[in-house]
């Protein structure tokens, strides 16, 4: 015959949340969200002051209702830390007495081995107007304190519960630094293709006059490669980079685009391309006889001929 296991002492997904008598409903609702946010379903409340349920702490959990429906009241923190074998207690002020301090960080991974070997564990969240009384925090094994502005250390209740659920996510995880999702993967650019990002744009630069005065031109070149050359460009990047370049060397607001095709009128052509046209229109790269101003071959000179 199988053996069973009693529900009861099976330990839950994650540490308890045990709010020491919270005022308003909105709060509540709030933390059971940070609290479904990275995992955790078991909140405990400890003499609510406006009592229990609550339509505002449901509307605040913003579909947390899972959290909400499984909320547990008690009427005195004795009773909500009974069936616990390791609780935090959470205090943004020292406190006097024996209780090892801890951080947010090492707290999370504290509770993860505890909780790994069996273990019910807790952490205790005081009023939202002064947090808990010395007997309250007496009641718990050890401290977690979180590292804020001395001159201004009061964390919302609902801060303190998200940072606390966060790092306990955080301490199960085998890559700590790893991300739910991820940027594209880009083939990184080859050298040729960067070059060719280098020789087109000096190419336009330099038909515009950019490289003023001239004797400075190569620590300029030199300055525009460093810049290009930073950012370690992935192949799509250039892509986008050559396209930007092209569309500015071939309109401008008084030729835009859409206004014909770029070969349509040759004011639209590359300015390197205009260039090298308009030294070839010149009169001293014309062969001879080609002069505009010469009548045709066979023509009169003129009316009085």
């Not at 590292?147 to 606390?164: C, E, G, T």
């Not at 300029?220 to 992935?234: K, S």
Request: glycine share 10%; charged share 25%.
């Amino acid at each position: 015959m199988p053996v069973t296991q009693d529900p009861d002492n099976i330990p839950p997904a994650g540490p308890a949340i045990i709010l020491v008598e919270p005022q308003l409903g909105e709060n509540i609702g709030m933390v059971a969200r940070a609290m479904a946010n990275f995992g955790l379903v078991e909140l405990r409340l400890v003499n609510p002051r406006d009592g229990w349920p609550s339509e505002k702490a449901r509307a605040a959990a913003s579909r947390a209702d899972h959290v909400i429906d499984a909320v547990k009241v008690f009427d005195d923190l004795a009773s909500a830390l009974a069936d616990l074998n390791f609780v935090f207690a959470t205090t943004a002020r020292q406190r006097d007495g024996f209780k090892a301090v801890r951080g947010p960080v090492e707290a999370g991974r504290v509770l993860r081995a505890r909780h790994g070997m069996g273990q019910r564990t807790g952490i205790l969240f005081g009023r939202e107007r002064f947090g808990l009384y010395n007997d309250e925090v007496g009641l718990a094994d050890e401290i977690v304190t979180f590292p804020v502005d001395p001159d201004f250390s009061s964390l919302n209740i609902a801060q303190a519960a998200l940072l606390m659920s966060y790092e306990w996510m955080k301490s199960g995880l085998e890559d700590e630094t790893k991300t739910n999702f991820t940027g594209p993967e880009m083939k990184p650019a080859s050298k040729e293709e960067l070059h060719g990002l280098f020789a087109y744009l000096e190419g336009a630069l330099e038909a515009r006059g950019y490289f003023r005065p001239a004797p400075k031109k190569p620590k300029m070149v030199d300055n525009l490669r460093a810049v290009l050359t930073r950012a370690g460009f992935a192949e799509p990047e250039l892509k986008v980079l050559r396209g930007i370049i092209s569309s500015l060397d071939r309109f401008s607001p008084a030729m835009p685009r859409g206004d014909g095709s770029p070969g349509d009128d040759p004011r639209r052509l590359p300015a390197a391309a205009r260039a090298g046209k308009a030294e070839a229109d010149h009169p001293a790269h014309r062969p001879a006889g080609d002069d505009e101003d010469a009548p045709p071959l066979g023509g009169k000179g003129t009316d009085n001929d």
